[in-house]
C-alpha cells in the first residue's frame, strides 16, 4: 500500500474513535429529568381512547356548567350567554341533556331553552357553545331559525324536491316563452 493510502486510513480510524467517544448513551424519559419531560403515551384500546394514567370514559360522569358574556335581550324576549361546559372523564355532552340542564338553572321549561354551536377544546374535558334561554314557547318559535327548531323537535323539516329536480323542471320550462310556460307543449292541429 501507498504510504498516502496508509495515511487516509489511520485518520479515518481515529475519526471513527473520536465519534464513539463523544456518543452519549440514549437516556431513558424519566420524572426527575427536567430536560426530556415524560409525556403519556395515548394508546387506542377497543374504540375507546385510554391513557398511561387509567382514565376511564364514563357517560354519567358529572358535567360542570359555567356562563359568560349573560345578556338579557328584551326585545327579542330572551337571555342570550356563551356557555363553557366543563366535562372530564366523558367524550362530550348532548344537547338535549345541556338544555335539561341549563332549563333547571334558568329555572323554565326545556322548551324554550336552545344550544348551538358548541366545539370541544382540543384533548376534550371542555366544550364551548351558545345558549339562548326564551320567556315562551311562542318568542322561541319566533324569533330561532327554523332549522334549529327542526333540531329540537319544535317545527317539522320542509321537504321539497332535490336540487337536481328544480333545476331540471327550471330548465324544461325555459323551452317556451310567455303563457306557454305554466301550460306545456302546444297540441298540434290535424
Given at each position: ?46 374504540g375507546s381512547v385510554s391513557s398511561t394514567y387509567n382514565t376511564t370514559i ?41 338544555r335539561e340542564k341549563l332549563a333547571d338553572l334558568y329555572k323554565s321549561n ?52 332535490s336540487r337536481q329536480q328544480r333545476k331540471q323542471r327550471k330548465n324544461r ?18
Amino acid at each position: 500500500p501507498s504510504p498516502q493510502r496508509l495515511h487516509n486510513e489511520t485518520k479515518r480510524k481515529a475519526k471513527l474513535k473520536r465519534s464513539a467517544s463523544r456518543a452519549r448513551p440514549e437516556r431513558q424519559p424519566s420524572l426527575d429529568n427536567p430536560r426530556r419531560p415524560f409525556l403519556p403515551v395515548i394508546l387506542a384500546v377497543g374504540g375507546s381512547v385510554s391513557s398511561t394514567y387509567n382514565t376511564t370514559i364514563m357517560a354519567d360522569a358529572p358535567v360542570t356548567l359555567r356562563t359568560r358574556k349573560f345578556i338579557r335581550n328584551p326585545l327579542l324576549a330572551r337571555k342570550q350567554m356563551v356557555v363553557d361546559v366543563l366535562h372530564p372523564n366523558r367524550a362530550n355532552v348532548s344537547k338535549d341533556e345541556l338544555r335539561e340542564k341549563l332549563a333547571d338553572l334558568y329555572k323554565s321549561n326545556k322548551d324554550q331553552v336552545s344550544v348551538f354551536g358548541f366545539r370541544t377544546q382540543y384533548g376534550g374535558g371542555k366544550s364551548t357553545g351558545f345558549a339562548m334561554v326564551y320567556d315562551s314557547q311562542e318568542a322561541l318559535k319566533k324569533f330561532e331559525p327554523h332549522y334549529r327548531l327542526v333540531r329540537i323537535g319544535a317545527a317539522s323539516k320542509i321537504e321539497k324536491p332535490s336540487r337536481q329536480q328544480r333545476k331540471q323542471r327550471k330548465n324544461r320550462s325555459k323551452k317556451f316563452r310567455g303563457t306557454a310556460k305554466t301550460k306545456g307543449p302546444k297540441k298540434s292541429k290535424d
